[in-house]
């Protein structure tokens, strides 16, 4: 079988081919389809069926493209999922996506796969959003990204992300310095996402003035936090006594986020996981929100989604010989 594209601009197809036709080339690899350009078209040649989900691929990829997006590997591979899940027809609600914030070096940052549009809707529309998924779903990066908006734009007055202070599965011993010093290393992935946002400097100075703290769990016992944007990250961490002493730290024109995966508790074994508990048992309140995040959504490396698809299928495997 044989189709035609139009392409109505030069742009179009630059973007769409890639550096040295990498773009094209994963796609001919993906479909088994020979994909060529001339006069103003691109002809898509092989088995009909594999040229039909070829020629939808491409229509979603032109549709990002026309939105500005520059096209990645990782957003390629997300349109092959969703034509293979026929779910392509959605796309369109991504490319609406608006810009969340802009990075110091002046990157946008917009939700780049359908779950991660919905988790952030859920946070703009409600008080209090737990969000659940693997690693590397944009779980806290976003979170993040909306508490910046939010502080910006003075609806609220402080930024405070924290997390337990558990190690994953190794002994670390003893930390030399002060009880700052101790902590940061299980903090590092906040002050990350907070550098890229504002920058070291103004991170620093927006640090020393109070408004924006990073600390562990503990740290919260005690308060009531109001006129903030809240994050608990690695939430899947917490025990159940710990989880509900931070949603009871709420308090007026605030809003929390809580994130973690429910695959990676590091807990003891006699402890049971206040994220799961929470998720269970919140389900359903009026401006509680619980969003899902699933392998789809993942924006890291390739390999990633493949990884947690293993756990995944081997998790399975392992509850039906249960």
């Known amino acids: 079988m044989e189709l035609l594209i139009d392409i109505e601009r030069v742009e179009q197809l630059v973007n ?10 994963r796609l001919e690899s993906k479909y088994n389809v020979a994909i060529t ?9 092989g088995d009909t069926i594999n040229v039909t989900d070829a020629s ?9 493209i026309n939105k500005g997006e520059t096209l990645t590997a990782q957003n390629i591979d997300y349109v092959i999922n969703m034509v293979n899940d ?21 990157k946008p940052i917009k939700p780049k796969t359908l779950g991660q549009k919905r988790y952030v809707e859920a946070i703009q529309k409600n008080t209090i959003t737990i969000g659940v998924g693997p690693a590397g779903t944009g779980k806290t990066y976003l979170a993040v990204a909306l508490a910046v908006n939010a502080f910006r734009a003075k609806q609220v007055n402080r930024i405070i992300l924290t997390r337990p202070a558990v190690e994953a599965g190794e002994k670390l011993g003893f930390l030399p310095g002060d009880l700052q010093q101790k902590v940061d290393p299980y903090l590092r992935p906040l002050y990350d996402a907070l550098y890229d946002m504002l ?3 103004n991170f620093q100075k927006c640090q020393e003035r109070g408004d924006i703290e990073v600390a562990p769990l503990a740290y919260m016992r005690g308060r009531t936090l109001d006129d903030s944007f809240i994050i608990l990250d690695e939430a899947q961490n917490t025990t159940q006594e710990q989880m509900k002493m931070f949603l009871t730290r709420l308090g007026f024109n605030s809003k929390a986020v809580v994130t973690g995966d429910i695959t990676q508790i590091d807990l003891p074994g006699d ?3 206040g994220l799961k508990q929470a998720v269970k048992i919140l389900r359903g309140i009026d401006d509680i929100a619980i969003a899902q995040l699933s392998g789809k959504d993942v924006v890291r490396h390739r390999l990633v989604q493949e990884i947690i698809r293993a756990y995944e299928r081997n998790g ?7």
Request: charged fraction near 35%.
């Open 199 to 201: 920058g070291a400097e």
């Open 56 to 64: 939808r691929a491409i229509k979603c990829l032109l549709e990002i």
């Open 316 to 322: 399975e495997k392992n509850e039906a010989k249960g």
């Open 37 to 45: 350009s001339h006069s103003g078209q691109l002809k898509i040649t």
């Open 16 to 25: 769409l081919f890639g550096n040295l036709d990498e773009n094209i080339k």
């Open 271 to 273: 402890k049971r996981s």
């Open 86 to 106: 026929n779910e392509d027809d959605k796309i369109a609600k991504l490319t609406d996506a608006n810009c969340i914030c802009v990075t110091s070096k002046g």
